[in-house]
């Protein structure tokens, strides 16, 4: 109890603080559950307190919101409540038994016991609950979780726990790879027998996109994409995911974003595949967009290599792509003289701009019309390719382009 105490601060240290009081001072059954159990148990820092109830979550949540001046916020489908505090969310569940009708559906719920709630989990390092009444009280634990954590192993808790839910595919590598464990022998052959089932396109792309972005968050995240593509888990999704060449590149690198790794793992694929990969995880549009406009720089990258390139000829190939796929795409290019015009453009080139305006050029005797915005493109150009400088220059140049163009 300490540990999680001590291991949290701000608004979580309140609501934890307000379930035990509630959990010691009324008797309302209330626990802690599944991550942060598991962390205390490991000493290490946690992300999210989870709390399950034997009752109705939601209102426990608005009680210990309003207390607080927090917010609640009400999931009525599944029995859930977030509550936040001070900037920080935790989630408030009634302790629930769920089934499957079909593998990869979402489960049909209804209100239960702890037990219940504890055997509808992942796998049981997460299957362990902690009351929050008295001052020390023992972890409970029927599924073994204690001894999984002591023997650094992540097992499931029933053999079609990837069938019923193939998102656990993901959260197994993760677990796995985040703690240093390993997935069991057995959650291992659970795990190709979901993926040989097909099950994992019965889940929809929103949800695996949800995994895919825990992944990204964390310091790990290459090991753990590898280690999906090594168990055929990513080929599950899309049947492209099998190319782990981009993610190596990016296993023990710091300050790694979600670009990066949509650029690792779709970088290499064609733009007609690309698209089905997008749509598979029903991106959002900017990541969407990195993928496709990844895959457009790499188609024309030829435009950009070799030893003579302009200034202006790199922004003609590269103007409209969006700058984050071009800077998550410099550390995947294999020619240095590339690398180095693409980072050019990224911090200097791109922004060149005449000192000349549109309104100076129709002063100046530029027809009104397209000639204005070919002209500020052509003066744009020269001054990239350094032929000519300051004001004056292209004072001079667009007497050249009216007397050419009249
Ligand atoms: N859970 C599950 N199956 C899932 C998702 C979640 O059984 N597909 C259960 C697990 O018991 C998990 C808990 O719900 O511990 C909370 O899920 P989540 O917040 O995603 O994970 P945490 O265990 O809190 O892990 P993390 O440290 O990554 O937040």
Not at 148 to 160: F, I
Not at 169 to 197: C, P
Not at 333 to 362: H, N
């Amino acid at each position: 109890m300490d540990r999680v105490a001590g291991g949290v601060n701000g608004g979580q240290l309140a609501v934890f603080n307000s379930m035990r009081r509630r959990a010691t001072g009324e008797g309302i059954p209330v626990y802690l559950v599944g991550g942060p159990v598991r962390d205390a148990v490991l000493n290490v820092p946690t992300r999210d307190l989870d709390f399950v109830l034997i009752g109705d979550a939601p209102a426990l949540a608005a009680d210990v919101a309003d207390e607080l001046g927090g917010q609640a916020t009400v999931h009525p489908r599944f029995g859930t409540a977030t509550v936040e505090v001070e900037g920080h969310r935790m989630d408030v569940v009634t302790a629930r038994k769920e089934s499957y009708p079909s593998p990869g559906s979402l489960p049909e719920v209804s209100a239960s016991n702890l037990d219940d709630d504890l055997a509808r989990r992942d796998f049981s390092i997460n299957a362990m609950a902690l009351p929050l009444s008295g001052d020390s009280p023992e972890v409970i634990d029927p599924h073994g979780g204690l001894d999984a954590l002591a023997g650094k192993s992540v097992g499931t808790l029933h053999p079609s726990s990837f069938a019923d839910d193939p998102t656990r595919m993901l959260r197994a590598v993760r677990y796995e790879q985040r703690l240093g464990f390993q997935i069991t022998t057995d959650a291992l052959s659970e795990m190709q027998q979901a993926i040989n089932g097909g099950h994992a396109d019965a889940v929809s792309g929103d949800r695996w996109r949800q995994e895919f972005q825990k992944i990204f968050e964390e310091d790990r995240a290459a090991e753990m994409l590898l280690r999906g593509i090594e168990l055929g888990a990513l080929a599950a999704i899309h049947p492209v995911l099998t190319d782990g060449k981009g993610l190596t590149r990016l296993a023990g690198e710091g300050d790694l974003g979600p670009n990066d790794f949509l650029v690792a793992l779709a970088g290499s694929l064609s733009a007609v595949v690309g698209d089905g990969f997008a749509r598979r995880l029903n991106l959002p549009t900017d990541w969407a967009q990195v993928v496709r406009d990844t895959i457009a720089l790499r188609e024309k990258q030829s435009a950009i290599s070799g030893r003579s390139v302009m200034p202006s000829a790199v922004c003609a190939a590269l103007d409209g792509l969006n700058p984050d796929a071009i800077a998550a795409s410099v550390r995947f290019t294999d020619d240095p003289q590339v690398a180095a015009r693409l980072r050019r453009y990224l911090d200097e080139w791109r922004l060149v701009s005449p000192a000349l305006t549109g309104d100076d050029l129709l002063v100046m005797g530029v027809p009104s019309g397209p000639m204005v915005g070919e002209a500020l493109r052509e003066l744009t150009s020269a001054k990239l390719d350094g032929l000519v400088s300051g004001e004056e220059g292209e004072r001079t140049l667009v007497h050249q382009i009216i007397l050419r163009g009249s």
